[in-house]
């Protein structure tokens, strides 16, 4: 698969599908994602980063970036703590590859050996790619193998590793992440609610490869997962940019890890999402989208209803970015006690629409 990024920071297992998918408007693919149709049968239109975005990834960049790079030192160390020299990162498609980079990164600099960083394809209700893990286990034992991530919002994707592993023997299905606020994995930098730059922009900081996609007429039995490569942004590609400015702020003594968390209501993210969407009376919990990052996806990307913002932290900095977002979207923001997130995103229904 071609992408902007090194063949020595990753190896991208998915089959490229340039020119053989129609990419579709925001509307009209949140209609059809509403109707039942699956988002990985589609592929939404990417554009050149407007100057709205490239202002909020920006302001984002250098707010975030030393948090973000404390939070992948500390992931490293772990990493390193649990698995020595024999690991193998497996980072997925697409959120998690400049997160496996700069963990590949952070360890060849502060334990001076070189990791192998592949990347594949998961998908929320279709699973994960399973001629992709193959693959890799010809090459390299299950026990050595850590899957990578961004982000964990509510946990979807977590669930459906959990679910696909267990036909692996001695494949572990914890998901190694810079941000952990909904508190479900032991391998993370960070269980506060962050915002991760990359989350702001789409292909332009991701190698320009789309998400991932899945449909049977185009992906055959044996064939990796497919994404296609968006040469025509290449004059607009930060996905190095990014990289380096976090890797700048790189820090190799010992990270200290934060305090653990105490949740006094909701043990867990995905508890709280489910009583958000209770509560505005949203059966499909989907349409809640839950942290900084993913709440910022759904103004720049999705057709958004409304915003939550904790009410302890709405005069924030941090927030400030989120917040003229909002208003330029005419999207309605209100101040709600958030436990796990500092914001919430919900996108609108459209079936009915």
Not at 70 to 87: M, P
Not at 270 to 290: F, R
Request: with cysteine; glycine share 6%; hydrophobic share 40%.
């Amino acid at each position: 698969m071609r992408s902007s990024y090194n063949i020595n920071d990753v190896e991208l297992l998915l089959k490229d599908i340039t020119g053989l998918v129609e990419p579709q408007p925001t509307e009209e693919r949140e209609k059809l994602i509403q109707q039942g149709k699956h988002y990985s049968e589609m592929l939404p239109i990417e554009y050149v980063p407007t100057e709205k975005y490239m202002q909020i990834y920006e302001e984002s960049l250098q707010q975030f970036a030393k948090v973000n790079a404390k939070a992948i030192g500390i992931l490293s160390d772990k990493i390193i703590s649990q698995k020595g020299k024999d690991v193998v990162l497996v980072s997925l498609a697409r959120a998690g590859i400049p997160a496996g980079i700069l963990i590949k990164r952070y360890i060849q600099k502060k334990y001076n050996f070189e990791v192998k960083h592949y990347s594949i394809s998961i998908i929320r209700g279709r699973g994960i790619d399973k001629n992709a893990i193959n693959y890799i286990l010809k090459r390299y034992k299950a026990n050595q193998i850590v899957f990578v991530d961004g982000w964990i919002g509510k946990g979807a994707i977590l669930k459906e590793l959990k679910k696909d592993v267990l036909e692996f023997e001695g494949l572990s299905s914890e998901l190694a992440v810079i941000a952990d606020p909904a508190g479900v994995s032991s391998l993370y930098g960070t269980r506060e609610d962050i915002l991760i730059p990359s989350s702001c922009l789409n292909s332009t900081v991701s190698g320009l490869i789309s998400r991932t996609f899945l449909r049977e007429d185009i992906i055959k039995k044996n064939d990796f997962h497919g994404a296609v490569y968006y040469e025509n942004l290449k004059n607009s590609d930060l996905s190095y940019e990014f990289i380096e400015a976090i890797e700048k702020e790189f820090v190799f003594s010992d990270c200290v890890q934060e305090k653990e968390i105490i949740y006094n209501k909701y043990r867990y993210g995905k508890d709280e999402v489910e009583a958000i969407a209770k509560e505005y009376g949203i059966d499909d919990i989907n349409l809640v989208k839950p942290g900084i990052g993913e709440t910022t996806r759904v103004l720049l990307r999705r057709v958004p209803w409304k915003i939550l913002i904790d009410e302890k932290v709405k005069d924030e900095p941090e927030l400030s970015a989120l917040k003229r977002l909002a208003k330029e979207k005419n999207v309605p923001v209100e101040f709600h006690p958030l436990e796990h997130y500092k914001a919430c995103g919900i996108i609108k229904k459209l079936a009915d629409a």
